[in-house]
């Protein structure tokens, strides 16, 4: 695949940025929010070339020394810090000794990866991934040095939402008065589950779903068939990382389980629902937290056709023909409630609950939700 670090879809907020750190008006830290695959880590890139180059003329200018580091994510004066996890028979993990899959990622996949990717490249497994307070303290090691190159210092912070309290702690000061020439850069999914005392420290900047018509393109450049990509388009909401995936995912595995859970919960099949429960834990937490998303869009679908929007209803074709069917059991009464549980369900497997657990209960309130009256 034609592999690009360009902020595919946010070349105005790009500009915005590159024009602030121009006039240096760019706040020490920055907090880029939005799912990665709306792009941050493309801005973030982008940001630490421009203020790295060392040309004469617009920057940045692509061939001096620093911007031909930047080609190789090997600039001495741009640090990583992302979510780990720790290898068997260590006390400790860091970015750092991960960091060659991290380089890799972006020089195979471009900017656009999520967390999903970098599991799979970390061969992490069911481990959570997340930022310890030892990462701190190597940021705060690596910070308090001189630059290498004399000029700008940038710390990117990729998946920030994941750093644990006491982390966020140890870097408030930091944060609060970074060394001189020194950009952070953090980004996170949303502000949730960010300290209020980091985010009273950083320039929140919220980063935008990615047009339609800017994944489409992209993703018509990358190969796939034009059902798949129209597909993908309508259901990734903005999202290129998800978009990608759905080109390339079983769409029919997806939509079979969905199926099957539904109808278990319809039968009231407590014995199947437990079975499914282990099917489901077994898919490790970033497959359940998409499959939960996945039931989300599936139930939200099925209120926008009931209330007669049929054009406005979001499905590939296989889908349609179960939504409209089951749209009966599924109405005004319950949908609210519906939405909700699936929600405090994935909440619950972001927050490490396990994942048995997780969707037997929520197996469990939907037996009761689709039977209640209209
Ligand atoms: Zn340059």
Redesign the pocket.
């Known amino acids: 695949m034609d592999v690009t670090r360009e902020p595919i879809g946010q070349e105005t907020l790009a500009s915005q940025l590159a024009q602030r750190a121009d006039d240096e008006a760019l706040a020490h830290a920055v907090l880029l929010t939005g799912a990665p695959g709306r792009g941050g880590l493309a801005l973030a890139l982008g940001l630490a070339r421009q203020l790295h180059?060392?040309?004469t003329g617009p920057?940045?200018?692509?061939?001096?020394p620093?911007?031909l580091q930047h080609d190789q994510l090997q600039h001495p004066d741009l640090h990583f810090t992302f979510p780990v996890a720790k290898p068997p028979g260590k006390d400790k993990s860091l970015s750092v000794d991960q960091l060659d899959t991290w380089r890799q990622a972006i020089l195979d996949l471009g900017a656009h990866f999520d967390m999903v990717e970098l599991r799979e490249r970390m061969s992490l497994g069911n481990k959570q991934p997340f930022i310890s307070v030892h990462e701190a303290a190597d940021i705060l090691r690596r910070l308090s040095l001189t630059s290498h190159a004399g000029g700008w210092k940038v710390q990117v912070i990729w998946g920030a939402q994941t750093m644990r309290t006491d982390t966020a702690n140890k870097l408030l000061k930091l944060l609060e008065e970074p060394p001189k020439r020194t950009l952070f850069i953090l980004l996170a999914d949303s502000t949730e589950g960010l300290l209020a005392t980091i985010l009273s420290r950083t320039q929140i900047i919220p980063i935008g779903p990615i047009s339609p018509e800017a994944i489409r393109q992209r993703l018509e450049g990358e190969g796939g068939s034009s059902e798949a990509i129209s597909d993908a388009v309508a259901l990734a909401d903005g999202d290129l990382a998800v978009a990608r995936r759905l080109v390339k995912t079983d769409a029919a595995a997806e939509f079979a389980m969905y199926v099957d859970w539904m109808r278990t919960c319809y039968a009231r099949d407590g014995r199947k629902a437990a079975g499914l429960a282990d099917q489901f834990h077994d898919l490790g937490r970033e497959a359940q937290k998409q499959f939960l998303a996945y039931a989300l869009h599936m139930v939200r679908q099925c209120i926008v056709g009931n209330y007669g929007a049929q054009g406005a209803v979001r499905l590939r074709a296989a889908e349609r023909g179960f939504a409209q069917k089951f749209a009966a059991f599924i109405h005004h009464g319950n949908v609210m409630d519906m939405q909700s549980t699936l929600e405090s369900a994935a909440r619950e497997v972001s927050g490490n609950v396990y994942g048995r657990t997780v969707f037997l209960d929520l197996s469990m309130k939907m037996m009761e939700l689709l039977h209640r009256p209209k």
């Open positions: 180059c060392k040309g920057k940045p200018c692509g061939s001096c620093s911007c």
